[in-house]
């Protein structure tokens, strides 16, 4: 059951932290049990100094007739850690998702709306969705090695992108990359700090090292196809603090390349390692974007406020 909020109005409204400020369009719906709080559009736009790498539109992903997401619509800066924090179902893995396409492998998802990519419009009928997921790529909550050796694991989408070439053929057409693929290896298993665990052990099978490392070999296999963006599901979920550490030390270092969205339930790992955070709340909205300080120090929204400091989620 939902309980329907009149949208027209707009009005000067008192925020949390005491200071006034105009509203504009508001929330329609709330869940029965939640708070009735409107959601306020300006609480959910975020200005930042330069170009946003991705900027979403009235993004919404139905699951059959479940509206998992709902018109959310957001830019997120470049070069930065953008986290996506919220309860436990209320879409952030959906929105992720919807990142790079992955949505478009469940059969009941249907997305209606607009991301793009520095101005490029990533839901083009056209789209080349190998190419996106390069561009875009993406790490799991639990580490998903393939059972090859860890020097495969990293060559692998730059074999299968035509970026390096291996074996007889190439040998007998003399564009064997083998010089290349170890500088590849070492390069990305340098980038996701795992080249001193495993450099004296590059041809053993992948699933044989630690859950922490496994991921971080995820990343470094993410970063060797050269991506401009890199989502993280709660990379660090199913894993023990000091491999945590090691994840959000990576993390922060990987932003000043790369641009890192990052879904966590973890609220303290989203106050240490990101840039700015978005705040999802049941029902699949985002009530809250803005820098992370002020996100936990002093949010507009009594929901997200009530949600950091535990009284929900
Ligand atoms: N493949 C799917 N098929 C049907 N419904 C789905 C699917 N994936 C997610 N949903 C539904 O969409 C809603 C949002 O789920 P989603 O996993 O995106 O939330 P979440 O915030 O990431 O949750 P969690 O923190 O528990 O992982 C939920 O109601 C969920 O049951």
Not at 287 to 307: A, N
Request: with cysteine; proline share 4%.
């Amino acid at each position: 059951m939902s309980n329907s909020i009149n949208t027209e109005a707009s009005t000067d409204t008192q925020t949390n932290s005491g200071q006034t400020i105009e509203t504009d369009s508001l929330s329609t719906e709330t869940t029965a049990g939640e708070s009735d709080e409107r959601i306020r559009e300006a609480w959910r736009q975020y200005d930042f100094d330069g170009n946003a790498k991705l900027s979403v539109e009235d993004l919404n992903v139905w699951y059959g007739d479940d509206h998992a997401l709902k018109d959310v619509s957001m830019e997120i800066p470049k070069k930065s850690v953008t986290a996506l924090i919220g309860p436990s179902g209320c879409g952030k893995s959906t929105y992720l998702r919807c990142l790079n396409r992955m949505n478009d492998r469940i059969k009941a998802a249907r997305i209606d709306g607009s991301v793009e990519l520095e101005g490029t419009e990533i839901y083009d009928p056209n789209a080349n969705l190998v190419e996106l997921r390069k561009r875009i790529g993406m790490v799991f909550q639990s580490p998903n090695p393939f059972p090859k050796s860890i020097r495969e694991n990293i060559s692998y989408g730059p074999r299968k992108h035509g970026d390096i070439n291996k074996g007889l053929l190439a040998r007998l057409f003399g564009r064997d990359d083998t010089a290349k693929e170890g500088e590849l290896v070492e390069h990305s298993l340098k980038q996701a700090a795992l080249w001193d665990e495993v450099s004296d052990r590059l041809d053993d099978n992948a699933l044989g090292l630690s859950g922490g490392q496994q991921q971080r070999l995820c990343i470094a296999r993410c970063l060797a196809v050269d991506p401009e963006v890199i989502l993280m599901d709660e990379p660090a979920s199913a894993l023990d603090p000091i491999a945590t550490s090691k994840i959000e030390d990576l993390v922060e270092e990987l932003s000043k390349e790369y641009t890192v969205v990052i879904v966590t339930h973890n609220m303290q790992q989203a106050a240490r390692i990101s840039d700015q955070t978005a705040v999802f709340l049941t029902g699949g909205e985002l009530v809250e974007y803005d820098d992370t300080d002020k996100i936990f120090e002093s949010p507009e929204s009594q929901r997200v406020e009530d949600y950091i400091t535990g009284k929900f989620g």
